[in-house]
């Protein structure tokens, strides 16, 4: 159990990582993503990385 929780947590953290750099238009890749310098997303990636940092932190435990 430990490794699934610290195997998604990385996943999350990176995958909230990209979506709020989407969001923000920091990252704009790919050029035809409909998420790019969308605020929702950058919000939505936000809540991703708290999931992934609680999954991380309970693995710890």
Known sequence: ???????FGIVA????????????G???WP???FML?????ALIGAGLMLLGLGALWRSRR
Request: glycine share 16%; no cysteine.
């Open 1 to 7: 159990m430990t490794t699934v929780l610290r195997i």
């Open 13 to 24: 953290l990176l995958m909230g990582g990209l979506w709020v750099g989407q969001g923000l």
């Open 26 to 28: 920091l990252i704009m």
């Open 31 to 33: 050029a035809s993503s």
């Open 37 to 41: 310098a969308q605020g929702q997303w």
